[in-house]
């Protein structure tokens, strides 16, 4: 939900050559909640430029969950990609995003994080500060 991090995360992906399993988990967000009347659009760009033969950005499903996703097709619908959604979101999830939390990218990014201070724990837990202060009766 962070778009500083998705964006970190998206450039690591490019320089790992996977930029597209982001992308098309974005583009199938964009599917599920996009405008009705857009949805067989919406389909039909997805399977255009990510799971077509040849496709430009093509990512990489199993055959059963590409079978499935070409039957459902047919019909479109805004969940129509949810199980070629789920196969890369779990590939990034196993494999994409721990590699990302152990980069070099993703350690500047938690050094440069401004962590705002309620969320910082004290050494004494009952030495807290009062947050709002008000005269004493």
């Known amino acids: 939900t962070d778009p500083l991090g998705r964006a970190q995360l998206l450039d690591f992906l490019k320089k790992e050559f996977s930029a597209e399993n982001l992308s098309f988990w974005e583009a199938c967000e964009?599917?599920?909640?996009?405008?009705?009347?857009?949805?067989?659009?919406?389909?039909?760009?997805i399977y255009q430029q990510f799971l077509a033969p040849g496709a430009t950005r093509w990512v990489n499903i199993d055959s059963k969950t590409m079978e499935r996703?070409?039957?459902?097709?047919?019909?479109?619908?805004?969940?129509?990609?949810?199980?070629?959604?789920?196969?890369?979101?779990?590939?990034m999830k196993k494999d994409s995003y721990p590699?990302?939390?152990?980069?070099?990218?993703?350690?500047?990014?938690?050094a440069e994080?401004?962590?705002?201070?309620?969320t910082k724990?004290?050494?004494?837990?009952?030495?807290?500060?009062?947050r709002h202060s008000s005269p004493s009766p």
């Open 30 to 45: 964009g599917l599920r909640y996009g405008e009705q009347s857009r949805i067989a659009d919406i389909v039909n760009d």
């Open 69 to 91: 996703t070409l039957e459902g097709i047919k019909t479109p619908h805004r969940y129509v990609m949810d199980d070629a959604q789920m196969h890369i979101y779990m590939l």
């Open 99 to 110: 590699r990302f939390l152990k980069s070099e990218l993703y350690r500047n990014l938690l």
């Open 113 to 118: 994080a401004v962590i705002p201070p309620e």
């Open 121 to 130: 724990k004290r050494v004494f837990p009952f030495m807290r500060k009062q």
